[in-house]
């Protein structure tokens, strides 16, 4: 009997291993309860601080949600993205998706010295950005989903990391899904998540090639409705008003809903990213006819896309620290 006992432990000893060697290796796992004992408020805090925020500017919730976006295509969840340069850090700040574009930082600033208030060194500036993302959908009418947490934050940052995994807008709908796949997500996110264009602005100069010069004959994309882009010439020249700002969904731009899919299948999509989702892949066309057909189906899939974005590689257990400021790692 004693041995069938051994016997039985030993089982269960050598069934734990490959859980706890993956959990070390993996570095442990995220879950909503987090900061349940740690910071009780930290949802109550985020969301107070973001509300108040997008009421100043309703596309600060634009702004916030692609930060986490363009926090986890590099390195991970890992808050790389908002350290600004020192002596030893060239900030992600300065690469060619973020120079002139990402913006509102102050906002997580703000939550930042608020949650240092309420619980000193406790929540990661890394799940900041993940809260705030999952607010600013909310706010803006959109789903929302609990947010798996546990973060922590890194110490270095990645230009290179910045300027090469985060997609171009005139890259090809290959080169974006490769993209996705090496964050560990597939088509179905890739098209998901897409849907945040339902919110937000672009300048000119993300889309302007399209306008007058789509494939270098001098001529507009024509896949793009050409009353539409007669519009859009008129505040995007050919040349000069780089900084000027469009709507990425003119039908609801501070709504989050399921207009930008329908304005796909017009060919009303802003950027040469949105538009080749239903003009070079059959497979995320018929994705984006199922959103722009099923407002609900398009929820619960960006809800689903956006946890799994969430736990790209993050940094858990004893791996990064918690920033005291999100700007700079700590001194030691
Ligand atoms: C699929 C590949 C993607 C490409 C090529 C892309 C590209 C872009 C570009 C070029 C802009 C306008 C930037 C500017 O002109 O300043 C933009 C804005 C935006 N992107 Fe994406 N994006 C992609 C995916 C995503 C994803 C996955 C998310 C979020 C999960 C996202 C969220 C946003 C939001 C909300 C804005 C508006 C930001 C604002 O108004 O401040 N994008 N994107």
């Known amino acids: ?15 734990l291993v490959p859980l706890c060697l993956s959990a070390k290796t993996m570095g442990g796992y995220l879950y909503p309860q987090f900061y349940d004992h740690s910071c009780p408020r930290v949802q109550e805090i985020v ?46 700040k300065m690469s060619n998706p973020n120079r002139n574009s990402a913006r509102r930082f102050e906002v997580l600033d703000e939550i930042k010295s608020a949650l240092e208030k309420e619980c000193p060194h406790t929540v990661s500036c890394a799940d900041i950005l993940a809260l705030a993302a999952r607010d600013s959908t909310v706010l803006t009418g959109g789903p ?21 995994n985060i997609p171009a807008p005139n890259n090809t709908f290959q080169t974006i899904l490769t993209k996705f796949k090496l964050q560990g997500l597939d088509i179905v996110d890739l098209v998901a998540l897409s849907g945040s ?40 020249p050919r040349s000069g008003g780089d900084q000027n700002l469009f709507f990425l969904d003119f039908v609801s731009p501070v709504h989050f809903d399921n207009s930008y899919f329908k304005n796909l299948l017009a060919y009303k999509g802003l950027l040469n990213s949105d538009q080749i989702l239903v003009t070079q892949n059959q497979a995320s ?33 004893s791996r990064g620290e918690i920033r005291k400021n999100c700007r700079k790692i700590n001194s030691h």
């Open 1 to 15: 009997m004693a041995c069938f006992t051994r016997f039985a432990a030993l089982l269960s000893f050598l069934a």
């Open 47 to 92: 969301k107070s601080v973001v509300a108040k925020a997008v009421a100043r500017e309703a596309r600060t919730a634009a702004s916030l949600l692609r930060l986490h976006f363009h926090d986890c295509f590099v390195k991970g969840c890992d808050a790389s993205l908002l350290l600004d340069s020192t002596g030893s850090i060239v900030s992600e």
């Open 144 to 164: 929302s989903w609990e947010v798996p947490l546990g973060r922590r934050d890194s110490r270095e940052a990645s230009l290179s990391g910045s300027n090469n």
């Open 197 to 236: 264009h339902t919110i937000g602005n672009s300048r000119c100069t993300s889309f302007r090639q399209r306008l007058y010069n789509q494939t270098g004959n001098g001529k507009p994309d024509f896949t793009l409705d050409q009353s539409y882009a007669a519009q859009l010439r008129g505040r995007c």
């Open 285 to 317: 066309m018929e994705l984006v006819k199922k959103y722009a057909e099923n407002n609900e189906l398009f929820f619960e899939q960006f809800a689903k896309s956006m946890v799994k974005m969430g736990n790209v590689s993050p940094l858990t257990g």
